[in-house]
T-cell receptor
Framework: DAGVIQSPRHEVTEMGQEVTLRCKPI?????LFWYRQTMMRGLELLIY????????DSGMPEDRFSAKMPNASFSTLKIQPSEPRDSAVYFC?????????????FGQGTRLTVV | QQQVKQSPQSLIVQKGGISIINCAYE??????FPWYQQFPGKGPALLIA?????SEKKEGRFTISFNKSAKQFSLHIMDSQPGDSATYFC?????????????FGTGTLLAVQP
């Protein structure tokens, strides 16, 4: 398996523009997570899905952020409109909900710069 | 209660030395405590994990020490090597339920000097 695949790897956009980040989880995994990484706050959980259903979006910072998972092999995180403070590395991770392990597999991230 | 507090924020260790990173949590329902390692430009990857039924777990040069009563756990890297230079995150989750949400600490940037 190629692992979790994120695109694009880098995104530079102007303030006010819409940004869409994409994620393909590992085949067979039934949980998907979106994290945001910054120097100040570390890895923040934004939202996660189980079996394509959003379970907890309490980490989504504002209504400008939205996430979808239309099927088991694809998810998007959208920011509209984007602001400079949204600049960060966004990670998607997937896992399989099954004891005894909860290992999350991360993609390589999307570095977002909003100017 | 969902937070995991990690320290130090950064750490410089000489080659061959011991690196120690500490984490503390509040939620006593947490029952899975992994450490993730992240190299520049990469996503975090699982390094080692422990459950609260044991006080220590060792894998090679990496050891997790767990103190349930104090609600603390730590990562020890013995004989630290320059290749260990990375950011380390502790995390916690509740297993066995309907979800497996991982809550991460803020990370420790480790630099091992040759």
């Amino acid at each position: 398996d190629a692992g979790v695949i994120q695109s694009p790897r880098h995104e530079v956009t102007e303030m006010g523009q819409e940004v869409t980040l994409r994620c393909k989880p590992i085949s067979g995994h039934n949980s998907l997570f979106w994290y945001r990484q910054t120097m100040m706050r570390g890895l923040e959980l934004l939202i996660y899905f189980n079996n394509n259903v959003p379970i907890d979006d309490s980490g989504m910072p504002e209504d400008r952020f939205s996430a979808k998972m239309p099927n088991a092999s694809f998810s998007t995180l959208k920011i509209q409109p984007s602001e400079p403070r949204d600049s960060a590395v966004y990670f998607c991770a997937s896992s399989f909900v099954r004891a005894p392990t909860t290992e999350a597999f991360f993609g390589q991230g999307t570095r977002l710069t909003v100017v | 209660q969902q937070q995991v507090k990690q320290s130090p924020q950064s750490l410089i260790v000489q080659k061959g030395g011991i690196s120690i990173i500490n984490c503390a949590y509040e939620n006593t329902a947490f029952d899975y405590f992994p450490w993730y390692q992240q190299f520049p430009g990469k996503g975090p990857a699982l390094l080692i994990a422990i459950r609260p039924d044991v006080s220590e777990k060792k894998e090679g040069r990496f050891t997790i020490s767990f103190n349930k009563s104090a609600k603390q756990f730590s990562l020890h890297i013995m004989d630290s090597q320059p290749g260990d230079s990375a950011t380390y995150f502790c995390a916690a989750s509740i297993e066995g339920g309907a979800t497996n949400k991982l809550i991460f600490g803020t990370g420790t940037l480790l630099a091992v000097q040759p």
